[in-house]
Nanobody, 133 residues
């Protein structure tokens, strides 16, 4: 059973930083992708950043480029998201998700929107991030 457990969320003021962590269970598929997603109230879930094991590629949403950094720990069971220069638009529930289907080996990786987001098969419960102005 694939398990993903997020932690590290909280409340910060604009300009502050947070570091999210995702503890992941061992995964059967060596070629896979794992990433961070967020959902604000009344909005669709959107991709924030992802890592692709095939080639070590990373993807960032335009809204977080230069501010957020995704990384993995040793092995394949830890994922992090360092978030700097946070602004109120970053507020939302942040989820860790993992998949191994075709989009995970695409080069370049597809944007983390719409159907690609829905393609991720395994999701954590989420951790809340609130940024106040």
């Amino acid at each position: 059973q694939v398990q993903l457990v997020e932690s590290g969320g909280g409340s910060v003021q604009a300009g502050g930083s947070l570091r999210l962590s995702c503890a992941a269970s061992a995964y059967t598929y060596s070629t896979n992708c794992i990433g961070w997603f967020r959902q604000a109230p009344g909005k669709e879930r959107e991709g924030v950043a992802a890592i692709y094991t095939d080639g070590g590629r990373t993807y960032y949403a335009d809204s977080v480029k230069g501010r957020f950094t995704i990384s993995k720990g040793n092995g394949d069971t830890s994922l992090y998201l360092q978030m700097n220069s946070l602004n109120p638009e970053d507020t939302g529930m942040y989820y860790c998700a993992r998949d191994h289907t075709l989009h995970c080996s695409a080069d370049p990786p597809p944007p983390l929107t719409g159907g690609t987001v829905r393609s991720y098969g395994y999701w954590g419960q989420g951790t809340q991030v609130t940024v106040s102005s």
